[in-house]
């Protein structure tokens, strides 16, 4: 089966811009987990969405938000764009059962300039 | 507060000798553990997960990991490495909270294997 899709895999944009990011997760998987990974912070949890409800969200700012459509698909948006926000951007995609794992895209490589 | 330490930045090993990568865990209640893998410019890997039953775990690529509940451990290991096997590994911990879930995972081992 498809694994997790995101898109776009690479990304330049300029301080003050805002970004989009997509993910597709597995078919039949409702729960979709954004995840910000960094040199220096390394893997730090963003948000979580389950059936369009966001769940869970780590701390981060408000410029970050997310949301989940009916598809399970999910979109995670940073506005007001910091070259602190230069990162690799993971989501992660699991059925929600209690013993799940979590299956992660490849990623989007977004650069701020 | 629940996390994941991995002690060593990196861990170099000869082709084909055995490999271990150290992960413990500071969890409340039961631990559910998670090893990744990630290569250059890609997402992360699942390797293999502990949830219950016996401690230690086989999971993929002859990866296996030894859960220790009276040491807090999930050590990552291989019998014989590959060249291919490097990369950077992540050990994780589920934490529950509320009903609600997310991975919260150690800095990163990196292992390079050396032919």
């Known amino acids: 089966k498809a694994g997790v899709t995101q898109t776009p895999r690479y990304l330049i944009k300029t301080r003050g811009q805002q970004v989009t990011l997509s993910c597709s997760p597995i078919s039949g998987h409702r729960s979709v987990s954004w995840y910000q990974q960094t040199p220096g912070q390394g893997l730090q949890f963003l948000f979580e969405y389950f059936s369009e409800t966001q769940r869970n969200k780590g701390n981060f700012p408000g410029r970050f938000s997310g949301r989940q459509f009916s598809n399970s698909r999910s979109e995670m948006n940073v506005s007001t764009l910091e070259l602190g926000d230069s990162a690799l951007y993971l989501c992660?995609?699991?059925?929600?059962?209690?013993?799940?794992?979590?299956?992660f895209g490849s990623g989007t490589r977004l650069t701020v300039v | 507060a629940q996390s994941v330490a991995q002690p060593e930045d990196q861990v170099n090993v000869a082709e084909g000798n055995p490999l271990t990568v150290k992960c413990t865990y500071s969890v409340s209640g039961n631990p559910y553990l998670f090893w990744y893998v990630q290569y250059p410019n890609r997402g992360l890997q699942f390797l293999l997960k502990?949830?219950?039953?016996?401690?230690l775990v086989k999971g993929s690529y002859g990866f296996e990991a030894e859960f220790n509940k009276s040491q807090t451990s999930f050590h990552l290991k291989k019998p014989s490495a590959l060249v291919s096997d490097s990369a950077l590994y992540f050990c994780a911990v589920r934490r529950i909270s509320g009903g609600y879930n997310k991975l919260i995972f150690g800095a990163g081992t990196r292992l390079a294997v050396h032919p």
């Open positions: 502990y949830i219950t039953g016996d401690n």
């Open positions: 992660a995609s699991s059925s929600g059962l209690k013993d799940y794992g979590y299956t």
